[in-house]
T-cell receptor, first 109, second 115 residues
Framework: GQNIDQPTEMTATEGAIVQINCTYQTSGFNGLFWYQQHAGEAPTFLSY??LDGLEEKGRFSSFLSRSKGYSYLLLKELQMKDSASYLCAVYDSNYQLIWGAGTKLIIKP | TAGITQAPTSQILAAGRSMTLRCTQD?????MYWYRQDLGLGLRLIHYSNTAGTTGKGEVPDGYSVSRANTDDFPLTLASAVPSQTSVYFC??????????????FGPGTRLTVL
């Protein structure tokens, strides 16, 4: 079966750095997405990786290793507004988007 | 631009009643999707449409139906609601052109409670 694993919850301190991991087992791979979802709101697009390596976007970076079925989202200089759930999703060989259950990130002052 | 709108924002529905959740997008995206999101579970695909006039079943289609008469609208109908359909429903759309263009954009969601 197809599966995406993420930690359920993580806690970090304002101003610090946090890494949210995602491992996947899917039938084929056509790209990996990270979304941010604040409580009670819709998911919003953060990043897209299709080739191995690091993609940087301001305070957020996303890394992909296709051979290891592994990605991480790195958030730097954490702010209270970064408190949210972070969803990892993978397009499989049929372009079906498979979603992880999300990682709830709690930021403490 | 509005992006994707959904209506209603929330609804309480008696079991056995029917209901249609509305979704409209103004981005001229080819593909549209309906998901449900339940606590502790990932987004689960109910139905999708790759282009106007076509629809397909997702992971959890039972009890739901959709239609795609035009590019902009993708309503989801519950014919006879049951309590297990209590959930938050998200509509999404994408250009379905491959790669980054397959990024899905979400509406604000409909919170449905079936009693």
């Amino acid at each position: 079966g197809q599966n995406i694993d993420q930690p359920t919850e993580m806690t970090a301190t304002e101003g610090a750095i946090v890494q949210i991991n995602c491992t996947y087992q899917t039938s084929g791979f056509n790209g990996l997405f990270w979304y941010q979802q604040h409580a009670g709101e819709a998911p919003t697009f953060l990043s897209y990786n299709v080739l191995d390596g690091l993609e940087e976007k301001g305070r957020f970076s996303s890394f992909l290793s296709r051979s290891k079925g592994y990605s991480y989202l790195l958030l730097k200089e954490l702010q209270m507004k970064d408190s949210a759930s972070y969803l990892c999703a993978v397009y499989d060989s049929n372009y079906q988007l498979i979603w992880g259950a999300g990682t709830k990130l709690i930021i403490k002052p | 631009t509005a992006g994707i709108t959904q209506a209603p924002t929330s609804q309480i529905l008696a079991a056995g009643r029917s209901m249609t959740l509305r979704c409209t997008q103004d981005m001229r995206h080819n593909a549209m999707y309906w998901y449900r999101q339940d606590l502790g579970l990932g987004l689960r695909l109910i139905h999708y449409s790759n282009t106007a006039g076509t629809t397909g079943k997702g992971e959890v289609p039972d009890g739901y139906s959709v239609s795609r008469a035009n590019t902009d609208d993708f309503p989801l109908t519950l014919a006879s609601a049951v309590p297990s359909q209590t959930s938050v429903y998200f509509c999404a759309s994408s250009d379905s052109a491959g790669g980054l263009e397959d990024t899905q954009y979400f509406g604000p969601g409909t919170r449905l409670t079936v009693l």
